[in-house]
């Protein structure tokens, strides 16, 4: 099959599935290699709907929160259109995927590790707020997929009630700010400002909570860190 992938998590599980697409966004950044310049086509958010087509593909895989639905109606090509709000969606989302390129035993094989390796949800540890941009600042509300990553592995967000991505002026009664590696590129500096005004924070990788797919199996080490990173920030602040 001829597969194009409008979404970095979905390249990358294809691509440990064993299916190399044949057109990936330039954000497709794993597995190394995997978005070599003649796969290119374009952003998450501007495909190049012309490129895609000449590539006449079998099948296009997207995503209802990062693509946008004029570009993905405007392909020639059956789309498989999927969503992924939540950790167990997530999963199924990636058999379903695995089912439909052909790799349902495969695809079955990597969710039964990713379940093993995450375990059961926490209990929560510490309050939260999870930074994605700064100026100004915005946040993961409910609703989104790194939502319930936090939820899974311990972490209260202080900002659950509110919708999606808000923009916000304060940090609610956080203990923690956790300052994403993308899609803005916090960096230590950014934290350690924080922390010099009373705010205890620290950079994540991003990738670990907003990536879904076999990067949830790639990337469970840095889960596992967060209780502890979290109790190095408050104690940093004492």
């Known amino acids: 099959m001829r597969i194009v992938s409008l979404v970095p998590s979905w390249s990358e599980w294809l691509a440990d599935l064993g299916v190399q697409p044949v057109g990936v966004t330039k954000f497709c950044i794993h597995p190394t290699g995997l978005n070599r310049p003649d796969r290119r086509i374009g952003g998450t958010k501007n495909v190049d709907v012309e490129r895609v087509n000449a590539l006449a593909p079998d099948l296009v895989i997207a995503c209802r929160e990062e693509n946008v639905r004029e570009q993905v109606e405007a392909l020639n090509a059956p789309v498989l259109l999927t969503e992924a709000p ?57 609703g989104t997929y790194i939502h319930d990553v936090l939820k899974w592995w311990g972490a209260d967000n202080v900002f659950a009630q509110q919708p999606r991505y808000p923009e916000v002026t304060h940090w609610g009664d956080a203990e923690v700010v956790l300052l994403s590696s993308e899609p803005f590129p916090f960096s230590q500096a950014h934290a350690a400002d924080l922390q010099a005004h009373g705010q205890p924070a620290l950079v994540v990788n991003g990738e ?31």
């Open 208 to 238: 670990a909570f907003s990536w879904y797919g076999s990067r949830m199996l790639h990337a469970v080490e840095d889960l596992r860190a967060l209780s502890g990173q979290i109790a190095a920030a408050l104690s940093r602040q004492t």
């Open 86 to 142: 939540t950790v167990r969606e997530a999963w199924q989302e990636m058999r379903r995927i695995a089912e439909a390129v052909g790799r349902a035993a495969e695809g079955a094989q990597w969710v039964e590790r990713i379940e093993a390796a995450w375990g059961a949800p926490r209990a929560a540890e510490a309050r939260v707020a999870y930074a994605i941009w700064q100026a100004p600042w915005m946040v993961a509300g409910g």
